[in-house]
């Protein structure tokens, strides 16, 4: 504690970031500070904090900083770290649900327009995001139908193509084809934009009138579909804040808190529409509400739309985030702090809706808590483990009679999967159905990276779990001493009666089934299983489904022409019960057990 206070007592007055350190050396915050003088020495100060602030106290061992030039800096520094270390005690968003969007191509020529998730920055213009049952599909189509322009990426050259079946149905004027001007199209392309922009009453009226001149002539069914267009038409138009301006594209931010969890609604307005929201639950230990909700901001929008305009609370850091916008997006975004108004009543909704998640989601966090971070550290304590276990590695093999042999790397980062991180291997120096040395081998090829340039994208794990019992924790413990492998724990999960080994003892240790720390180590094993079955299954369908099953006793020529006959595909035959083996004809009671049996064992 005395060189905690020591490098209190030296801290700078500059901007800059602070990082937090627990007595594993492992990253547990990290913040930005105006002043990082002022700003750390808070945290240890003896006032009363909230309730998230002080367990994350509690924990720290140790802390440094990256001193920046100015706030801003800070602000976008802490956000590249909190990527990088994905914190305990930091607000971690994971990449919800992204909404579509349509995207006019306004660079092209004669410019398409298309259902897109990612936004590009300079690269044409986006509509939305599209969600509450309005699907941008159906937009598309009315635009088509409507303004006559293409959905379709054919390219426009010199050579004119014959045109598609969009331009017989009216619903494209077939520039491919050279049956448009460009001054013609672009008109077609304003008018687009300008209902994708919220102004419908043009399209209704045309969408009105075809739907009546189908009707009179008894075609029904484009008069039925013209009717659905107008219905959704209706639907878009009920989301139409009346008074707000039509030229609003603003998100409405609001945060709650019981300063152990918080949760943040985000409302979206484009064009004076109401598209919808979403709900964040969040864990953090920002000493401030002002902090969480700029923390959080600067997360969502390095994966959404930046709107012209963020609605939020009074104690919203205007200044540093719409200076941070400017320098880091080249976007002007406007920070309002709405005191009157639709806009204040706009707040007021955003804040309803994160009170009323945080009230009915705290069992539904604290639950999750239990499922992941505290069952990381039950695992610490019950396998007396050296370090709490952030990353968890699981390892698996799959493979049929030594054919076809793979390996797989799923990674849970808190307890939580980590699915960008999961990594395939594909067998290359193991002869046979050596499983050992299947293993040995991956975990070769996946040590081999610590210490070198990979390591970045290979963080050293704090625990590898193998899928087995004694024989595989052994393998494996060979290629950890031939390496001089040091700082990560080594487990292995035997299924059958669900012993955890470990290289403390010769003796198992059996957890408590309903404990959440085996149910934890259960989902990582099996998540390894169905990867590596599922690459495996990927590369083994690509062989003959003959040749798989020459392999089987008993099951000659003829009995693989019927199996093939019956089923089709290997994935159908290994899939199969029992029962349904024995009704193809040539095969029995007994050689389906066999056949059952044996892609069993071998997966």
């Known amino acids: 504690m005395s060189e905690l206070r020591e490098k209190l007592r030296l801290l700078p007055d500059n901007p800059g970031v602070y990082i937090m350190l627990d007595k594993d050396g492992v990253v547990i915050y990290v913040g930005k500070a105006r002043v990082l003088k002022n700003r750390v020495r808070q945290y240890f100060h003896g006032t009363e904090k909230p309730e998230k602030v002080a367990s994350m106290v509690e924990h720290i061992a140790d802390f440094y900083y990256i001193i920046t030039a100015t706030e801003i800096d800070a602000l976008a520094l802490e956000n590249n770290l909190i990527k990088k270390y994905k914190p305990k005690y930091n607000i971690l968003l994971k990449d919800d649900k992204t909404y579509p969007y349509i995207k006019a191509h306004t660079k092209e020529e004669f410019p398409r327009f298309s259902v897109t998730r990612r936004i590009k920055k300079r690269d044409g213009k986006y509509f939305g995001p599209f969600m509450g049952g309005i699907r941008c599909k159906d937009i598309l189509e009315i635009a088509a139908s409507v303004y006559n322009v293409r959905l379709c990426e054919t390219p426009i050259g010199e050579k004119p193509k014959k045109p598609c079946l969009a331009y017989h149905l009216g619903r494209c004027?077939?520039?491919?084809?050279?049956?448009?001007?460009?001054?013609?199209?672009?008109?077609?392309?304003?008018?687009?934009?300008?209902?994708?922009?919220?102004?419908?009453?043009?399209?209704?009226?045309?969408?009105?009138?075809?739907?009546?001149?189908f009707a009179a002539n008894e075609e029904f069914e484009l008069a039925m579909d013209y009717r659905e267009k107008l219905s959704m038409l209706s639907k878009l138009k009920l989301k139409r804040i009346t008074a707000l301006n039509r030229n609003i594209n603003a998100d409405i931010i609001a945060l709650k808190t019981n300063h152990l969890y918080s949760a943040v609604n985000v409302l979206i307005t484009r064009g004076g529409i109401m598209q919808g929201g979403s709900n964040f639950a969040l864990e953090d230990a920002s000493l401030s509400d002002a902090d969480a909700l700029t923390a959080f901001i600067v997360q969502y929008y390095s994966a959404h739309e930046i709107p012209e305009e963020i609605i939020a609370a009074e104690y919203c850091e205007k200044e540093l985030v719409e200076n941070f916008f400017a320098e880091h997006f080249d976007k002007k975004v406007e920070v309002v702090s709405a005191k009157a108004g639709v806009k204040k009543k706009l707040l007021e909704m955003a804040e309803k809706n994160a009170e009323d998640y945080l009230l009915k989601s705290i069992d539904k966090i604290r639950h999750k808590d239990d499922m992941t971070k505290n069952a990381c550290e039950r695992l610490k304590r019950i396998l007396g483990l050296s370090r709490y276990p952030k990353r968890m590695e699981c390892y698996d093999i799959s493979n049929i009679s030594g054919v076809d042999k793979v390996g797989s790397m799923v990674v849970f980062?808190?307890?939580?999967?980590?699915?960008?991180?999961y990594r395939r291997f594909r067998i290359k120096t193991v002869e046979g159905a050596d499983d050992f040395a299947s293993l040995q081998e991956v975990l070769r090829r996946r040590l081999a990276k610590l210490g070198t340039e990979e390591e970045e994208r290979f963080p050293k794990p704090d625990l590898i779990i193998i899928d087995g019992g004694k024989g595989q924790l052994s393998s494996v413990r060979e290629i950890f001493d031939e390496m001089h492998v040091e700082g990560i724990d080594l487990i292995s999960l035997a299924k059958k009666e669900e012993e955890v080994f470990t290289l403390h003892s010769p003796e198992s240790v059996l957890i408590d089934k309903r404990d959440y720390a085996l149910k934890m180590l259960q989902r990582i094993r099996d998540e390894a299983h169905r990867f590596?079955?599922?690459?495996f299954r990927s590369i083994h369908s690509k062989r003959t489904l003959a040749s798989v099953l020459a392999e089987i006793e008993g099951v000659g020529k003829k009995k693989q022409i019927a199996l093939m006959d019956k089923f089709g595909t290997i994935d159908k035959i290994m899939n199969a019960s029992k029962e349904e083996l024995a009704t193809t004809p040539g095969i029995g009671e007994e050689l389906a057990g066999r056949i059952r049996l044996y892609f069993e064992e071998k997966l």
């Open 173 to 213: 004027p077939a520039p491919c084809a050279h049956f448009v001007t460009k001054e013609e199209y672009a008109e077609n392309v304003k008018k687009a934009i300008s209902f994708l922009s919220g102004n419908y009453e043009e399209a209704e009226g045309i969408l009105r009138e075809k739907m009546l001149a």
């Open 532 to 535: 590596a079955i599922t690459y």
């Open 413 to 421: 980062s808190d307890g939580e999967a980590d699915r960008t991180s």
